[in-house]
């Protein structure tokens, strides 16, 4: 008798705090995520399901803001030691929403995702001006010591334009198709979706190292800016321009 009362108390007091952690609430998160990479304001909702009404996120480049971010967490993953998230983030016409699954310090998988946001972004990255959406879908990708270790997915670039000194110059819409087997090469075709500049070709990836050979032409005659423009990251080619780059990173 006095051992099943003690089981009743050791269950309540499990309950008790399992109750206790679910309702956590997610202002606690500020404690643990370190500000100096991720700042995160008003803060509602539990660690378990909860929202943020801005995150900005520190890349070397400078920062990124997210906007508004929905997570919700899945309890059973913690205990298998692979924490799953499913996330939602807006931000006017920036919005990420996808599932997230971390499986080591360094080893991050993203799956069913989709992002949009705008090209200008690209600014930051490289020394260009351009305009236009991007468009993400990921099956999937993972990733381990920071590169991609299996891949699937397409990258759309809608309504791209580069701002010359003279004004705008309408490029087209092109996509980016990514696959990739686990632990082998990443590889992708480039193909013109619309627009006077077409754009054909592949890139790879395979540890490290990248290689790039893109093919850029037209039908009609290209803007003496635009032509000055690839001449800097492209060689001309019978009429044409080949950009053809092998890098380490």
């Known amino acids: 008798m006095k051992k099943s009362r003690l089981l009743w108390i050791a269950a ?26 991720v700042l995160m304001r008003g803060l509602s909702g539990t ?9 900005i996120v520190h890349l070397p480049q400078g920062y990124l803001q997210l906007g508004a971010v929905q997570w919700s967490l899945k309890p059973l993953s913690l205990l298998l030691l692979t924490p799953h998230l499913t ?14 699954a971390v ?7 993203i799956s069913n995702a989709e992002a949009q ?10 020394p260009v001006s351009v305009v236009g ?6 099956d999937r990708l993972q990733l381990r010591e920071g590169l991609p270790y299996s891949t699937l997915g397409r990258l759309v670039w809608q309504d791209a334009g ?7 110059v309408p490029l087209g819409s092109y996509a980016l198709d990514v696959e990739q087997a686990p632990a082998e090469a990443l590889r992708g075709e480039v193909i013109t979706l619309s627009g006077p500049l077409r754009a054909s070709g592949s890139l790879e990836l395979t540890d490290r190292r990248y290689d790039v050979d893109i093919l850029l032409d037209s039908d009609d005659a290209l803007d003496g800016q635009l032509q000055a423009m690839l001449s800097l990251i492209a060689v001309p080619e019978d009429g044409r321009y080949r950009i053809s780059l092998a890098r380490d990173l």
């Open 103 to 109: 499986r080591g310090r360094n080893d991050l998988q």
């Open 162 to 168: 580069w701002e010359s000194p003279r004004g705008l």
């Open 133 to 138: 959406m991007f468009n993400l879908q990921l």
């Open 47 to 55: 660690v378990w399901q909860g929202g943020a009404s801005s995150v």
């Open 12 to 37: 309540l007091i499990l309950l008790f705090f399992i109750s206790l952690l679910m309702s956590a609430p997610a202002r606690l998160l500020s404690h643990v995520v370190p500000p100096e990479q």
């Open 117 to 126: 946001l705008s090209a200008t972004l690209l600014g930051r990255f490289a």
């Open 87 to 100: 996330v939602n983030s807006e931000w006017g016409e920036q919005r990420f929403n996808g599932e997230l």
